[in-house]
């Protein structure tokens, strides 16, 4: 491609029934002129040996017949392969051994703090916002399953073709239901079968309030919940919305009672 001069390109990929991506391409005089004098020379420095290290394996694969290195089997084992296919973390490193940093809970927060950041720049009220991890929740915990899920919510997680992330969503879902109505949840330590996630005719997720948690919402004044749960292959993001009949003056009220 021949242009008078190229400052900057975008380059877009679609990926039809995959994910897509873009590539923003800047010329580097406009990149490099943003940098002080010092970092400048850093970087030369480091272009400067990277440059030496090129050339030297480029005329040494000239010279030994071995420029083109066909690879005759994947660089990971039979058994990394699920983990290097599902995990988006799994990094290869200078060793040729692949790596699964445990980033979870550092992704779970900078997650949760993008979306509460837009619920808040709509408008949004009595918002609640939950992330979790997929791979955190133990579906082989029968007592942990028992305690916190009802009977329509495990029939309904167990016939999803993921288990494990139907469950997730459904905590996650549960979590910020407690969010939204201004109590703190103790984590897994406290029974959430009185908040129940229930789907539709269409699939859509609704909530259903029982005993204590029942009483709770009732007395915030909340008339209608909204839900929403999504997930990709590492983490289950929920936002719940509270419809109430008070005022905002009232619903300040509301929360004091319930705290």
Known sequence: MQTDGLKAASVTSFGFGQVGGQVIVVH?????ATLEPVELETYLAKLQLREKDSYRYLHKGMTDHNLVQVKNAAPYTADEEARVY????????????FTFPDASTRYNKKTEAIVEALTSSVGGKDVGVDVETIAAINVENE?????????????????????QASFAGTWSA???????????????????????????????????FHGEAAQKASSAGVTKVKIAISHDDVQVCSLVNFISNCSECCRCCCRKRIR
Not at 86 to 97: E, F, I, T, V
């Open 28 to 32: 580097p005089d406009y990149v490099l």
């Open 86 to 97: 599902l995990n988006p973390l799994a990094r290869l490193d200078a060793k040729n051994k």
């Open 174 to 208: 549960k979590e910020a239901v407690f969010k939204s109505l201004g109590v703190k949840s103790a984590g897994g330590g406290a029974a959430l079968k009185e908040i129940e996630i229930i789907r539709d005719e269409n699939g859509k997720p609704q909530v259903q």
């Open 143 to 163: 007592e942990f399953l028992k305690r916190n899920f009802t009977d329509a919510e495990l029939a309904y997680c167990w016939k999803a073709p993921s288990p």
